[in-house]
């Protein structure tokens, strides 16, 4: 197994590749620049079978339509957040005046709502519902290969912001301390927005973590 990522648009989004055997991959939150997302996919030779979301905010599935339509991929979400494909409000994009309206043209192929262990084509994994930065917040633990994919839900030195609609920093800290606070030290965590870190670094040095922040 191999992870591939990319950073995409203007708010710096972490787009990742899971990689398996023969090359065949998920790609999690194509949210922008989808000709940069095509350009990792044909010079790693990656061979997609799915788009999977970690949650529906704008910056993470600005580039599904286009990525969708090229490789003929299922989408997997959540379905607390289906309608957050269609409405920009709910998004975020139309909070946004400079910018156009990220609208999705189908819905999810497959919903991703039972917690635990899970499996999409070759890959299987725990996956975890931790709301509080958007509703439908979803985790996927690879623990067998001590990484997790958790997109803004907790970061390097940083947790997920709460004060959007819908937000709620009891419940993201709740979660965080439910099912990212007990894996092993050395577990890598990749977030939707800069660098990976571990659950130990994240223990020592995150202020939200610590109680040097509230």
């Known amino acids: ?15 990742y590749f899971l990689v398996g055997e023969n090359r065949d991959t998920i790609i999690f939150d194509p949210g922008a620049e989808p000709d940069e997302i095509k350009d990792v996919i044909e010079v790693n030779n990656l061979k997609p079978f799915a788009i999977v979301l970690t949650h529906a905010h704008y910056d993470h599935i600005g580039a599904v339509n286009e990525i ?48 635990g262990t899970n499996q999409i084509g070759e890959f299987t994994f725990d996956m975890q519902h931790i709301p509080g930065h958007s509703p439908g917040s979803l985790v996927f633990l690879f623990k067998e290969s001590g990484f997790g994919i958790v997109g803004d839900v907790i970061f390097q030195g940083s947790v997920g912001r709460t004060d959007f609609p ?14 990212i606070l007990p894996l092993p030290g050395d577990f890598v965590l990749f977030p939707g927005h800069g660098e990976p870190t571990t659950v130990q670094q994240e223990k020592d040095t995150n202020p939200f973590l610590n109680g040097r922040m509230r």
Not at 74 to 83: A, C, F, G, T
Not at 169 to 176: D, N, R, T
């Open 166 to 179: 819908y937000g709620s920093h009891e419940s993201l800290m709740e979660g965080i301390n439910n099912h």
């Open 68 to 115: 969708r339509a090229t490789y003929g991929v299922p989408l997997y979400q959540s379905s607390i957040e289906k309608d957050w494909l269609v409405d920009p409000m709910q998004n975020g994009s139309g909070r946004h005046p400079e910018m156009e309206d990220v609208i999705i043209e189908k819905p999810a192929d497959f919903y991703l709502d039972t917690m």
């Open 1 to 15: 197994m191999e992870l591939l990522a990319l950073t995409v648009g203007k708010i710096e989004e972490n787009c």
